[in-house]
T-cell receptor, first 113, second 115 residues
């Protein structure tokens, strides 16, 4: 089955700086890679996703890059704000509704004002 | 957008009792739903895949007789934690993907505390 590894486990940045979180996956059949933000006690919220036919996707301050050959993808947050503080999870799966997402271990991002 | 609703959001039960958690897809039919468990400061771990009209598929290490899953309709899956013990205390979250869409939608989660 799929195995997703995520680094770092914790990340502290100053407000306005950039934050980068990296993930690797093992199953070459995976072709859908979402990123979630989760606040304490709440459901994960999708912040951006990418499919394997695309190398990069950007949405305002958030971008995701995918290297299919190396089987890794990264989340980039620019101009970080205190409200970006949360736990971020990467995930991978096949692009079908019958397959579950496999999650990374999570990154606790702390943005210092 | 699509919404998945989970109930209850919080439950406290005594050891040895059973607890049922409901997961509903509100505006689409979900032939497949997924149940995850999340311990404090850990990731979401898939417990089982719930299939409408057939048996659920359980992940390795998840006891099917303890975590009963029923997916009797295209909009409702239930997870029953039987003979609950304190070690079953966790955050349980369901998920479904709308047909034709890759995005996964999550329920609000259920915080189960077994005392």
């Amino acid at each position: 089955g799929e195995n997703v590894e995520q680094h770092p486990s914790t990340l502290s940045v100053q407000e306005g700086d950039s934050a980068v979180i990296k993930c690797t996956y093992s199953d070459s059949a995976s072709n859908y890679f979402p990123w979630y933000k989760q606040e304490l006690g709440k459901r994960p919220q999708l912040i951006i996703d990418i499919r394997s036919n695309v190398g990069e996707k950007k949405d305002q301050r958030i971008a995701v890059t995918l290297n299919k050959t190396a089987k890794h993808f990264s989340l980039h947050i620019t101009e970080t704000q205190p409200e970006d503080s949360a736990v971020y999870f990467c995930a991978a799966s096949m692009d079908t509704g019958r397959r579950a997402l496999t999650f990374g271990s999570g990154t606790r991002l702390q943005v210092q004002p | 957008g699509a919404v998945v609703s989970q109930h209850p959001s919080r439950v406290i039960c005594k050891s040895g009792t059973s607890v049922k958690i409901e997961c509903r897809s509100l505006d689409f039919q979900a032939t497949t739903m997924f149940w995850y468990r999340q311990f404090p400061k850990q990731s979401l771990m898939l417990m089982a895949t719930s299939n409408e009209g057939s048996k659920a598929t359980y992940e390795q290490g998840v006891e099917k007789d303890k975590f009963l899953i029923n997916h009797a309709s295209l909009t409702l899956s239930t997870l029953t934690v039987t003979s609950a013990h304190p070690e079953d205390s966790s955050f349980y979250i369901c998920s479904a993907r709308r047909p034709g869409s890759t995005e996964a939608f999550f329920g609000q989660g259920t915080r189960l505390t077994v005392v």
